[in-house]
């Protein structure tokens, strides 16, 4: 009897493991901060330089909207569509296997994913913003008589 209890034990163990692993599902939905400018192609450039850059495969672009999707070791795949604007854009779940997709949710690994890319996009933004006003500072400086 110990070896069936041990066993039960280990299973229902487990099985509060994978459980445990499906968390809800998030789209991040960004409006830039005032103080970072862009236009649409520069928004454009941020999103699919953060898709490539973390893996994934670009799969459509337009002037409103990126789509990508990932598959990671041949079992876990996700898409996702990009919809953006020159200060706003929000990556929204489109389709997925292998994540145990079910009821708004979905395997921390894909929340993982989102929020990298996002913070990648953002931080893409803030890199361009800060050159530009470098670049504007030097160009004054070098403008200004002595």
């Known amino acids: 009897m110990p070896y069936l209890l041990r066993i039960t034990l280990i299973a229902l163990a487990l099985l509060g493991t994978v459980s445990c692993t499906n968390k809800p599902i998030q789209n991040p939905d960004r409006t830039l ?9 520069q928004m454009q450039q941020a999103i699919v330089k953060a898709l490539v850059g973390r893996g994934w495969t670009v799969q459509k672009i337009t002037p409103q909207l ?17 919809p953006y604007s020159a200060n706003h854009y929000r990556i929204q779940y489109r389709d997925s296997s292998g994540l145990d997709y079910k009821d708004g949710k979905i395997h921390k690994n894909y929340i993982r994913w989102v929020r990298l890319l996002d913070r990648d996009i ?18 004054a400086a070098l403008v200004k008589p002595l």
Request: no cysteine; proline share 0%; glycine share 0%.
């Open 66 to 82: 990126v789509q990508a999707q990932i598959t990671v070791r041949e079992q876990y795949h996700a898409e996702i569509d990009i």
């Open 122 to 139: 953002v931080r893409d933004l803030k890199d361009n913003q800060n050159e530009r006003t470098a670049k504007q500072l030097s160009e």
């Open 33 to 41: 901060h005032a103080s970072i400018h862009s236009d649409r192609a």
